[in-house]
């Protein structure tokens, strides 16, 4: 019983380099979700998939930040000319159901992607 | 001022006490979420709570909606129970599957 996955778990960019981190969410699960977490912060959200739709983007913060699902399974979190103020973990979590019903569910958490800009 | 505050912000503990970390927030919320975070690692779901109260092994979760408050309590604390408690609600709406987190807190508890 794999859990969500995530890749890579630790990641040092230097300033104006793109990434690309990756999730794997558990299989079958419709609802898929990114967050950042800055350090001594709480996560905060970015971008939720039902399937391969992007429904939600509206905390992206920049038009630098993109992400994919275009199978409705992986997902792929991409940042273009890195800034340092992009250093954060990125969290991914996904949810069995879609977004009707996603008031009752529980999210489950990758062990997040550790971003350092220098 | 964020939507959803913790106290306190970090916690040590002697090893056997009684641990209680508090949320508020201020806006209408459908669920709230008690979640954990190991240094490192990702974050473990530990409650889902609407009303009323919840218990698993020795966590015990309760919210008051009309107070807008939840606090998670540890009995028996042991070292391996050191982590960040996360406090995080849903809200009412079409933007319901979102989680607006709080700060979290640091808890250590020492042997």
């Known amino acids: 019983g794999a859990g969500v996955s995530q890749s890579p778990r630790y990641k040092v960019a230097k300033r104006g380099q793109d990434v690309a981190l990756r999730c794997d969410p558990i299989?079958?699960?419709?609802?898929l979700f990114w967050y950042q977490q800055a350090l001594g912060q709480g996560p905060e959200f970015l971008t939720y998939?039902?399937?391969?739709?992007?429904?939600?983007k509206s905390g992206l913060p920049s038009d630098r930040f993109f992400a994919e699902r275009p199978e409705g399974s992986v997902s792929t979190l991409k940042i273009q000319r890195t800034q340092q103020e992009d250093s954060a973990v990125y969290l991914c979590a996904s949810s069995l159901l879609a977004v009707v019903m996603a008031f009752k569910e529980t999210q489950y958490f990758g062990p997040g992607t550790r971003l350092l800009v220098l | 001022k964020n939507e959803v505050e913790q106290s306190p912000q970090n916690l040590t503990a002697q090893e056997g006490e009684f641990i209680t970390i508090n949320c508020s927030y201020s806006v209408g919320i459908s669920a709230l979420h008690w979640l954990q975070q190991h240094p490192g690692g990702g974050i473990v779901s530990l409650f889902m709570?609407?009303?009323g109260k919840k218990k698993h092994g020795r966590l015990i979760a309760t919210i008051n909606i009309q107070e807008k408050h939840s606090s998670l309590h540890i009995t028996a604390s042991h070292p391996r129970d050191s982590a960040v408690y996360i406090c995080?609600?849903?809200?009412?709406?079409?933007?319901?599957?979102?989680?607006?987190f709080g700060k979290g807190t640091l808890l250590t508890v020492n042997p």
């Open positions: 299989s079958g699960h419709v609802s």
């Open positions: 709570l609407s009303s």
């Open positions: 995080a609600v849903r809200s009412v709406g079409g933007s319901n599957y979102k989680l607006t």
């Open positions: 998939f039902q399937n391969e739709a992007q429904l939600d």
